[in-house]
C-alpha cells in the first residue's frame, strides 16, 4: 500500500461532482456555440520557447516545465494564447476573422489558495483578423453571454478601459515611463492613495504630476457619463483621438447588444503588461470580493511574434475556479448527484438473463439504464435503485413468465404492470 | 519569431478537425452513459510512485515525468487505472458496484508511429467492486455498444480468454515459470511456430511440452464450439474447474446481451502480465490489419494495493489513435467541416447595430448566428457565409427600415422577405 493523494493544487471529480461540472461547462459552449465560436483542440505540453517570446525566463518558475528523455524543454501549458498563435500561424489559409474557442486545462506552479489552483480549466474565446470597435463588442458580448447561461446576469459588472487612451493621456502629463507607470496602476487597487502616489513618485513623477495621475486613474463609471470628463483630458494628438473615438464607437455596439449597462469604464484597469495594445476589461462579482471572474483585451501586435501573419486580436479567458466560487456563493451550482433513467430488478438469480435482454432494449433508446450485477436482495437492490437516483425500476419477476414486468416509478412509489414490448415508450 | 512546431507525436485539432472528434467522442459518451456508467474527472499529473507499485522503475523510462519545484517526482498520466485505485480508495462510502468513465488524455514517451502517439485520448469503463460473469459480460457488452454507436458493429471481433483457465492448464503440464511462459505467449502473434517453440524451451520446457503450449495456445474459435475441446484440456483441480465454468457461464450471458457472436475464444490472448487475474479480452478489426482497437480484463488484485478496500474489478481502455485509423479506413469519420445556421449580412456599416440586434434575437434562442464583423463588400459576405456552411443568411438592408428583412436559404438559393418578428421561428 502507498500514498495515494492526489498533488496538491489538483482536483478529482467523483461522479457526482463531475455530472454538475459537466452541466456548467455544457451551458458555457452553448453560449460560446450560439456565438459561433469555434472549437479547438491543442496539446497540453509545449516547448518553453513558446513561453518565452513574451515571458523570459520568468516562466520557468510559474509553469511545470522539465526536459523530455530528449532533451527538449518542455512546459504544461500555462495559458492557451501562444498555442492559438502557433496554430494560426501554421495555416495560412484560414479565413479572416478567426473566432475560436476552447477550453484547456492549464497549469501553474503558484501556491494554491482560495480561486487558485495549479490545475485549471480556463475558457479561452479570441476572433483574430479583424480590428474594429463592433468586433470589440462582440467579444465582449459573448463573455456576457456565458453570464447569462449561467444565471450570473446580476451578478457581475465589467470594468474596461483602452490602453493606448490611458498612455497617451499619461503622456500628456509628460510622463515618458508609461510602462512603468502602468504597471503601478495596475497595483491600485491594492495600494492606499498614499502608497500609490509615492510608488509614482519614486518613479521620478513630481508630486503634482502623481496627483494628476491618481485622479486620472479613479475615473470610473458608466462610459455615457464619462466621455465629457475622458474627452477634456485627451491631448490633441492622433493616438489619443482614435483611441476615444474607438471607446465611443465601442459605446454604440455595447447598446446595440443591449450590455451596455453591464460595463463600466475604469481608467485604472491595465490588465498587466504582456499581450494588451487597446481594449483590456475584466468581469468581476458585483460586490467585489472575488478575484476578477474573466478578463481580457486587445493584442494587436502578438500573434506576428510567431511568424509571418501580422493579425489583430481580441479574446479573453475565464477560469473555472473563481467562476465556481461565484456560482457556489450564489446558489447557481448545479446540483451534484447522478442521474438514472431505470433500474432492472431481478428477483432470483434464474430472471437474470431475462434482465439483461430487457436492459439491452431500453439502452439502445438511449436510456440510461443500470442493471443488478450482484446477487442479493429485493430490497438491497431497491436501495441501490434508490442510491443512483433511478427515475423508474422495472422489476423482472414472476410477471415476466407471462411477457409483462412491474415497474415501479420512484418520484411517486406508484406501481404499473406494463407489456414488455411497451415498456420503452412506457419509460420515455 | 520563433520555432512555431507542436511537439513530435502530439496534435493540433482545427475547428473541422475538431468538430468530427466531438462526434465521436459525443456518440462514445452516450453509448457508455446508457449503460449507467459515470462520468470522472482527474488530474493529469500524479505523483510517480502510484505507478511504481505496479511497473517498477521502468516506468520512469515510458512516461513523461519529472521533479517539480518543490522535488516531488510526479509524471503525465500514462494510463488512468492507478487513478481510479486511488480515488476508490480514498472513499468508503462508495456505493458497490461502481461503474465509472472517463476520456482522459494520457502521456507516453514512446517513438510516435501509426496508431501510436505521444498524447492520446483514451476511455475508461470499469466496474468495481462485483465479481462474476454477470458483470464481465455487462463490461464486454458496453465495448460493443461503444462499436455498435460508431457504426463498427461489422468491422471488428472481441478475442477474449482467462488467464486462471489458461494457468491451470499449464501448470497441469508441469510448467512452473507460468509468469515467463505467458510473456512468451503473449509474443506469439508476432513469432513464428519455430520462435515460439525456441522462445518456450529456452525457459526449460520440453519439447513435447511446448508441442502442446502450442496446441494449446492455437485453440480459438466460437465459444461454444471449444468449450468441449478446452474441457478435455483441463485439469482435475478447483482452480481450473471454477474458470471453466466461469467461461461458460459468461457465453451464456453474452447470448442474453445477443453478442455472443462478436466474441471468439482464443487460448494466446494474455494483455501483459501487470493487472490481470482472470478475463481478458482484445477487439480487433475483422481483418486484423490494426493494433487492438480496445482491450481490457479482470484485475481482481489491484485494488487493494492502493488502500484498506479489498475490491475486485474489471475494466477496459480504448485509445482514439487506432479508433480514427479504423474509422477513417471504413469511411465512418464524421465530416471534418464547420456548421453555422445563420450569417447576419449588413448591406452597409449603417445597418451595422441593426444586425446585432438581430444576432442576440437569434443567439438567444441558441440559433448559432455569425455577424460580419468587418467592412467588406456584400459578394465577400457571402463568400464568407458559404465558408462557415451557414444554413440561411440574413441580408439587413433596405427591407429593414420596414422591420423586414430577406433570407437566403444556402442549401436552395431561394431567398424570402421575413417579418424581423416570424425570423427566430423561420430558421427554427
Same mark, same amino acid.
Given at each position: 500500500?502507498?500514498?495515494?493523494?492526489?498533488?496538491?493544487?489538483?482536483?478529482?471529480?467523483?461522479?457526482?461532482?463531475?455530472?454538475?461540472?459537466?452541466?456548467?461547462?455544457?451551458?458555457?459552449?452553448?453560449?460560446?456555440?450560439?456565438? $459561433?465560436?469555434?472549437?479547438?483542440?491543442?496539446?497540453?505540453?509545449?516547448?518553453?520557447?513558446?513561453?518565452?517570446?513574451?515571458?523570459?525566463?520568468?516562466?520557468? *518558475?510559474?509553469?511545470?516545465?522539465?526536459?523530455?528523455?530528449?532533451?527538449?524543454?518542455?512546459?504544461?501549458?500555462?495559458?492557451?494564447?501562444?498555442?492559438?498563435?502557433?496554430?494560426?500561424?501554421?495555416?495560412?489559409?484560414?479565413?479572416?476573422?478567426?473566432?475560436?474557442?476552447?477550453?484547456?486545462?492549464?497549469?501553474?506552479?503558484?501556491?494554491?489558495?482560495?480561486?487558485?489552483?495549479?490545475?485549471?480549466?480556463?475558457?479561452?474565446?479570441?476572433?483574430?483578423?479583424?480590428?474594429?470597435?463592433?468586433?470589440?463588442?462582440?467579444?465582449?458580448?459573448?463573455?456576457?453571454?456565458?453570464?447569462?447561461? #449561467?444565471?450570473?446576469?446580476?451578478?457581475?459588472?465589467?470594468?474596461?478601459? *483602452?490602453?493606448?487612451?490611458?498612455?497617451?493621456?499619461?503622456?500628456?502629463?509628460?510622463?515618458? %515611463?508609461?510602462?512603468?507607470?502602468?504597471?503601478?496602476?495596475?497595483?491600485?487597487?491594492?495600494?492606499? %492613495?498614499?502608497?500609490?502616489?509615492?510608488? #509614482?513618485?519614486?518613479?521620478?513623477?513630481?508630486?503634482?504630476?502623481?496627483?494628476?495621475?491618481?485622479?486620472?486613474?479613479?475615473?470610473?463609471?458608466?462610459?455615457?457619463?464619462?466621455?465629457?470628463?475622458?474627452?477634456?483630458?485627451?491631448?490633441? *494628438?492622433?493616438?489619443?483621438?482614435?483611441?476615444?473615438?474607438?471607446?465611443?464607437?465601442?459605446?454604440?455596439?455595447?447598446?446595440?447588444?443591449?450590455?451596455?449597462?453591464?460595463?463600466?469604464?475604469?481608467?485604472?484597469?491595465?490588465?498587466?503588461?504582456?499581450?494588451?495594445?487597446?481594449?483590456?476589461?475584466?468581469?468581476?462579482?458585483?460586490?467585489? &470580493?472575488?478575484?476578477?471572474?474573466?478578463?481580457?483585451?486587445?493584442?494587436?501586435?502578438? #500573434?506576428?511574434?510567431?511568424?509571418?501573419?501580422?493579425?489583430? $486580436?481580441?479574446?479573453?479567458?475565464?477560469?473555472?475556479?473563481?467562476?465556481? &466560487?461565484?456560482?457556489?456563493?450564489?446558489?447557481?451550482?448545479?446540483?451534484?448527484?447522478?442521474?438514472?433513467?431505470?433500474?432492472? !430488478?431481478?428477483?432470483? &438469480?434464474?430472471?437474470?438473463?431475462?434482465? #439483461?435482454? !430487457?436492459?439491452?432494449?431500453?439502452?439502445?433508446?438511449?436510456?440510461?439504464?443500470?442493471?443488478?450485477?450482484?446477487?442479493?436482495?429485493?430490497?438491497?437492490?431497491?436501495?441501490?435503485?434508490?442510491?443512483?437516483?433511478?427515475?423508474?425500476?422495472?422489476?423482472?419477476?414472476?410477471?415476466?413468465?407471462?411477457?409483462?414486468?412491474?415497474?415501479?416509478?420512484?418520484?411517486?412509489?406508484?406501481?404499473?404492470?406494463?407489456?414488455?414490448? *411497451?415498456?420503452?415508450?412506457?419509460?420515455?
Amino acid at each position: 500500500m502507498t500514498n495515494c493523494e492526489k498533488l496538491k493544487g489538483f482536483r478529482d471529480f467523483y461522479p457526482d461532482e463531475n455530472a454538475a461540472r459537466q452541466k456548467v461547462f455544457d451551458k458555457i459552449e452553448k453560449a460560446v456555440q450560439s456565438c $459561433a465560436f469555434r472549437k479547438i483542440d491543442s496539446p497540453a505540453v509545449e516547448e518553453v520557447d513558446l513561453y518565452r517570446i513574451k515571458s523570459g525566463e520568468g516562466i520557468l *518558475d510559474e509553469t511545470f516545465n522539465f526536459e523530455d528523455h530528449g532533451g527538449r524543454e518542455i512546459t504544461l501549458i500555462p495559458e492557451l494564447t501562444p498555442t492559438v498563435a502557433r496554430m494560426i500561424q501554421n495555416r495560412k489559409d484560414l479565413n479572416k476573422p478567426i473566432k475560436w474557442y476552447s477550453i484547456p486545462r492549464c497549469w501553474r506552479y503558484e501556491s494554491p489558495q482560495k480561486g487558485r489552483l495549479r490545475e485549471f480549466y480556463q475558457l479561452n474565446c479570441d476572433i483574430i483578423g479583424s480590428d474594429n470597435a463592433k468586433t470589440d463588442a462582440e467579444l465582449l458580448y459573448s463573455a456576457t453571454e456565458v453570464m447569462r447561461i #449561467l444565471n450570473l446576469e446580476d451578478s457581475y459588472l465589467i470594468r474596461l478601459n *483602452d490602453r493606448r487612451l490611458l498612455e497617451s493621456i499619461l503622456e500628456s502629463y509628460g510622463i515618458s %515611463k508609461t510602462e512603468e507607470v502602468m504597471k503601478v496602476i495596475d497595483d491600485k487597487e491594492k495600494l492606499t %492613495k498614499k502608497e500609490f502616489k509615492e510608488d #509614482l513618485t519614486t518613479l521620478g513623477l513630481s508630486h503634482s504630476v502623481a496627483e494628476k495621475a491618481d485622479e486620472l486613474t479613479d475615473i470610473s463609471g458608466k462610459i455615457s457619463q464619462k466621455t465629457e470628463e475622458i474627452e477634456s483630458k485627451i491631448p490633441e *494628438d492622433k493616438k489619443a483621438r482614435e483611441a476615444f473615438e474607438r471607446l465611443e464607437n465601442l459605446e454604440t455596439f455595447l447598446k446595440a447588444y443591449n450590455i451596455r449597462d453591464k460595463c463600466r469604464i475604469d481608467l485604472s484597469i491595465v490588465r498587466g503588461l504582456d499581450y494588451y495594445t487597446g481594449l483590456v476589461f475584466e468581469g468581476f462579482d458585483s460586490e467585489g &470580493e472575488y478575484r476578477a471572474i474573466f478578463g481580457g483585451g486587445r493584442y494587436n501586435n502578438y #500573434l506576428q511574434l510567431f511568424g509571418n501573419q501580422e493579425l489583430p $486580436a481580441v479574446g479573453f479567458g475565464m477560469g473555472d475556479a473563481v467562476l465556481e &466560487e461565484i456560482m457556489r456563493e450564489k446558489n447557481k451550482w448545479p446540483d451534484e448527484e447522478l442521474s438514472t433513467d431505470v433500474y432492472i !430488478l431481478n428477483v432470483d &438469480e434464474n430472471k437474470s438473463r431475462e434482465a #439483461l435482454k !430487457l436492459t439491452k432494449e431500453l439502452r439502445k433508446q438511449e436510456i440510461r439504464t443500470e442493471v443488478n450485477l450482484s446477487k442479493r436482495s429485493f430490497s438491497n437492490q431497491l436501495g441501490y435503485a434508490d442510491n443512483i437516483n433511478a427515475k423508474y425500476v422495472v422489476i423482472v419477476g414472476d410477471q415476466t413468465a407471462s411477457s409483462r414486468v412491474e415497474v415501479k416509478s420512484m418520484d411517486d412509489g406508484s406501481e404499473e404492470i406494463v407489456e414488455k414490448s *411497451d415498456l420503452v415508450s412506457y419509460i420515455k
